[in-house]
T-cell receptor
Framework: DVKVTQSSRYLVKRTGEKVFLECVQD?????MFWYRQDPGLGLRLIYF???????EKGDIPEGYSVSREKKERFSLILESASTNQTSMYLC????????FGPGTRLTVL | GNSVTQMEGPVTLSEEAFLTINCTYT??????LFWYVQYPGEGLQLLLK?????DKGSNKGFEATYRKETTSFHLEKGSVQVSDSAVYFC????????????FGQGTELSVKP
């Protein structure tokens, strides 16, 4: 069974903290994606990666960075969390079809 | 640019009612079209897809037909169940853009017994 896992389901952080969201897939997919999901806005692409050590900006990359040191792992980093980054974060991986993780609901206080 | 527009929710139906969720798109090139479903507390799952004009995607009683002339991909089900309560997302991907998906804003469906 295909699996995309995310390190936390719920996370509470304070403004200014550095935040790491981890995503791991076991399908040997080359493509991985990070989205944020907000009510009324659907999913918006933050960053994606086609291969190890490669990254591409999505539609809303400001305030985020990513790391892909191994094929199966794609990390989203909030260098200095702000309250407007409170959201649901979804990771996905794909060969042709995208498979999603369960999401991390991040609250920044 | 590429974009997807869905009908606004929430949509509330009684069990066994007919469901339509409208989706229209704007795209350069030849998009593939998708419907994803998100059950409460879960990530998104692919519900169905269509890769070229006039294709019909179907799964779990849901159907959608790729209509190039009206740039639409409306989701339908003849008889909804309480277990269909979820958020539904229409999405597109364009060839040669690495599988990136562009999503609509989502439509929440609530089915009452």
């Amino acid at each position: 069974d295909v699996k995309v896992t995310q390190s936390s389901r719920y996370l509470v952080k304070r403004t200014g903290e550095k935040v790491f969201l981890e995503c791991v897939q076991d399908m040997d997919h080359e493509n991985m994606f990070w989205y944020r999901q907000d009510p009324g806005l659907g999913l918006r692409l933050i960053y994606f990666s086609y291969d190890v050590k490669m990254k591409e900006k999505g539609d809303i990359p400001e305030g985020y960075s990513v790391s892909r040191e191994k094929k199966e792992r794609f990390s989203l980093i909030l260098e200095s969390a702000s309250t407007n980054q409170t959201s649901m974060y979804l990771c996905a991986s794909s060969y042709s079809e995208q498979f999603f993780g369960p999401g991390t609901r991040l609250t920044v206080l | 640019g590429n974009s997807v527009t869905q009908m606004e929710g929430p949509v509330t139906l009684s069990e066994e009612a007919f469901l339509t969720i409208n989706c229209t798109y704007t795209a350069t090139g030849y998009p593939s079209l998708f419907w994803y479903v998100q059950y409460p507390g879960e990530g998104l799952q692919l519900l169905l897809k269509a890769t070229k004009a006039d294709d019909k995607g179907s799964n779990k009683g849901f159907e959608a037909t790729y209509r190039k002339e009206t740039t639409s991909f409306h989701l339908e089900k003849g008889s909804v169940q309480v277990s269909d309560s979820a958020v539904y997302f229409c999405a597109l991907s364009v060839y040669n853009q690495g599988g990136k998906l562009i999503f609509g804003q989502g439509t929440e469906l609530s089915v009452k017994p």
